[in-house]
C-alpha cells in the first residue's frame, strides 16, 4: 500500500532530522525505524509483569494472569486510536510486523520465566511458557478483534472473556 512504501521510504537521517537529532542519537534510543512504531512495547510488558506482581500468591496462576492482563486493557483502551493507527502500520509494513512479533516471542520468554519463578516450577517444565503464550494470545486476539470493530465493548471484558474461555478449554459457547 502507499503507507507502507511510504513508511519503508523513509530514512534514519530524515527521521532523525524530524526529531532535531542526529542519527547517531536515534540509535542510542532504537535499534530500528520499526522500533519507533514499536517504543512503548517493553513499558507494556513492564506493566503486565508489575501487575501479575501485585497478585496475591494464593491465587491460581490462570486469575492472576486474567485479572493483570484485564488491568493493562484498561489502560489500552485510553489509547485506542493509537493503537489503531500502529495496528494499521502493521497491517501494510511487513517489517514492522515480524518486528512486533520478535518483541511479542520475547515476552512470551519473560513472562514464562517470570511465572516459573512465581510458581516454583522446575526449569524443564512446559508449563509456564504454555501459559504465557496463551494469555498474550487472548490478549492480542481480543485487542484486534476490539480494534476493528465498534469497541462497545470494554476490551477489559473482551479480554477477560478471552481468558474464560482458554480456561474452559475453547469449549462451544
Known amino acids: 500500500t502507499a503507507q507502507a512504501a511510504r513508511?519503508?521510504?523513509i530514512t534514519i537521517d530524515q527521521i532523525a532530522a524530524e526529531a532535531d537529532i542526529a542519527p547517531r542519537t536515534f540509535f542510542s534510543y532504537f535499534d530500528s525505524k520499526d522500533d519507533v512504531v514499536l517504543a512503548d512495547y517493553a513499558d507494556r510488558l513492564s506493566r503486565i509483569?508489575?501487575?501479575l506482581d501485585r497478585r496475591p500468591l494464593g491465587e491460581s496462576i490462570w486469575?492472576?494472569?486474567?485479572?493483570?492482563f484485564a488491568v493493562v486493557a484498561s489502560d489500552y483502551e485510553a489509547e485506542a486510536d493509537?493503537?489503531?493507527r500502529r495496528f494499521a502500520i502493521m497491517a501494510t509494513t511487513p517489517s514492522v510486523h515480524a518486528r512486533s512479533l520478535q518483541l511479542q516471542a520475547g515476552w512470551e520468554i519473560t513472562l514464562g520465566s517470570h511465572i516459573a519463578a512465581r510458581e516454583g516450577a522446575e526449569t524443564d517444565d512446559p508449563e509456564p511458557g504454555l501459559l504465557a503464550a496463551a494469555a498474550l494470545a487472548?490478549?492480542?486476539a481480543s485487542l484486534q478483534y476490539w480494534l476493528t470493530t465498534d469497541r462497545t465493548t470494554l476490551l477489559p471484558r473482551l479480554v477477560q472473556e478471552s481468558f474464560d474461555r482458554l480456561g474452559g478449554g475453547l469449549a462451544p459457547r
Do not use: H, N
Open 49 to 51: 509483569v508489575g501487575e
Open 138 to 140: 487472548a490478549m492480542r
Open 82 to 84: 493509537r493503537l489503531a
Open 7 to 9: 513508511q519503508a521510504g
Open 63 to 68: 486469575t492472576a494472569l486474567r485479572s493483570s
